[in-house]
């Protein structure tokens, strides 16, 4: 290469380079990633004792490294080189066959300690609860789609002993009965996960369900429910990780006919599925508009059911609601009142408490049910 082509390259490098410190500058902070689907950082606020303590220049290496121009765009390209090199293993995130990209935890990520007091916050639950029959409280255990989908993760990849999770569970629930439904989901006729975010889909969601329904003697079919394709584009938060350009697009599919059934969240008037969410990054979304502390639900059956759960319970509730009466869901990272009491007062008849196994193993919530 000649000096003139040096000098290109040079110029051609500084020109990058002062482009980006310049846009940087210019171009307005955003203040959350639909991609990331969090709140990035904003300028951080100068203070002497931060300055001294480290936590200023902390906090503007994290504003900078979120508001960096083109951001998006250079995650995916240096994924994209990760996978050219043969990496499988992103972001916390395993590049699967199948095209699938699931969900990386590790025996490190397991807290033992903590398992076992949230076993025990439950079994103190189910026990306060002394109006409900025994055989009406069931901890439904989901897995990860590590443990369903183990067949396409890569060779020797790392991944925690769910089963001996699953196992520990069910043996420590004492006040109630457990449900694994990993069998259920391993034998699905359709795709029980999806390809680009860590929930199960609306298939797996069935299955789930009649599983549950089996427990007390009734046996719905699935075809009982018409189903629709709402979206064909989701690409989920797994995606949102690696954003490699060649992700596969996953399908949303939707029970018919639910929509219109009445339901509050957190006070105020919501739908089992909130199709405007099909219009934003997040379409995980459309199941109930997202999370909420307490979310009351009217349904055409009887008794009434409250579900102590996490984000997979979003798109699992829907098939409830010709079984029950009332439906009450609490998620106890935002709900702040007492389990225990809201059941004495809506004179609860059954509890499902509905965990995937990952969130199950690190969510720190779980004592307010022991309280």
Request: proline letters at 2%.
């Amino acid at each position: 290469m000649g000096k003139k082509e040096n000098l290109v390259t040079v110029i051609l490098f500084l020109a990058v380079i002062f482009g980006l410190g310049i846009a940087f500058f210019c171009v307005k902070d955003r203040a959350f990633s639909e991609n990331e689907n969090r709140y990035l950082a904003q300028t951080p606020k100068l203070a002497a004792r931060d300055l001294a303590s480290g936590v200023y220049m902390e906090e503007m290496d994290g504003y900078v490294s979120d508001q960096f121009v083109l951001r998006d765009f250079f995650m995916g390209t240096a994924s994209e080189y990760r996978k050219l090199l043969g990496m499988r293993d992103i972001e916390g995130v395993y590049l699967a066959d199948g095209g699938y990209l699931i969900q990386k935890t590790e025996s490190r990520d397991v807290d033992t300690e903590l398992v076992k007091q949230n076993i025990s916050y439950i079994n103190k639950f189910f026990e306060s609860c002394d109006s409900v029959k025994k055989e009406r409280k069931v901890f439904m255990i989901v897995p990860t789609a590590a443990l369903v989908l183990e067949d396409k993760l890569p060779a020797y990849a790392p991944e925690f002993d769910q089963e001996g999770i699953i196992s520990e569970i069910s043996a420590g629930i004492s006040e109630g009965s457990t449900l694994d439904v990993t069998g259920e989901l391993k034998a699905a006729d359709k795709q029980s996960f999806y390809k680009t975010d860590h929930h199960w889909t609306t298939w797996g969601a069935v299955e789930a369900y009649l599983a549950y329904s089996r427990l007390y003697e009734r046996n719905p079919a699935a075809e009982e429910f018409g189903f629709e394709t709402v979206s064909t584009d989701f690409r989920g938060s797994l995606y949102s990780k690696v954003l490699l350009p060649d992700t596969a697009y996953d399908e949303i599919v939707l029970a018919k006919g639910i929509e219109n059934i009445p339901a509050i969240c957190d006070g105020e008037g919501c739908s089992l599925y909130d199709y405007g969410s099909l219009a934003k990054k997040d379409k995980y979304n459309v199941f109930l508009g997202g999370n909420y502390g307490r979310v009351d639900i009217e349904g055409g059956g009887k008794g009434t059911l409250l579900i102590i759960k996490d984000s997979f319970a979003n798109s699992f509730v829907p098939f409830l609601t010709k079984d029950y009466e009332k439906i009450i869901m609490l998620d106890m990272r935002y709900y702040m009142g007492s389990a225990k009491t809201l059941a004495e007062a809506e004179g609860v008849t059954d509890i499902l408490v509905l965990y995937n196994t990952a969130n199950f193993i690190s969510d720190k919530n779980i004592i307010k049910l022991g309280l």
